[in-house]
């Protein structure tokens, strides 16, 4: 994953970042209709992790870029206590059936990705 993350120097961030997402939710739906235990669910899981790995990769960048040097410290600490709480509550999710978490997930990287490919002005 670190390694496509390097690519955002050359592709720019928003687009590594919006391609990693939409390859995730890609991956996530997949997952949550492919039969268990076969081998292009693992495939799927292991294609989505790495996509996931470039977002996590690239956020903190965006991140820093985004907002201005008064509020960096801020804005970085509440998405750090972010982290925190989701890393918390992730085993519980570990609960779910794979039909129900992977396609909830799976949405959740659509909207991320709808929300990367915004143009804000």
Known sequence: GYTLALSSGRF?????????????????????????????VVVCAVLGRLCVDVCWTTVYPFLVALFPASRRGSVLTLCMLSARMGS??????????????????????CVAGLLTQRDRK
């Open 12 to 40: 720019g961030r928003r687009a590594v970042q919006r391609t990693a997402f939409w390859g995730a939710a890609a991956c996530l739906l997949l997952c949550g209709v492919l039969p268990a235990g076969g081998k292009a």
């Open 88 to 109: 918390t509550v992730a085993p519980y999710c570990g609960t779910l059936p794979a039909a129900v978490s992977c396609p909830l997930f799976g949405l959740i990287c």
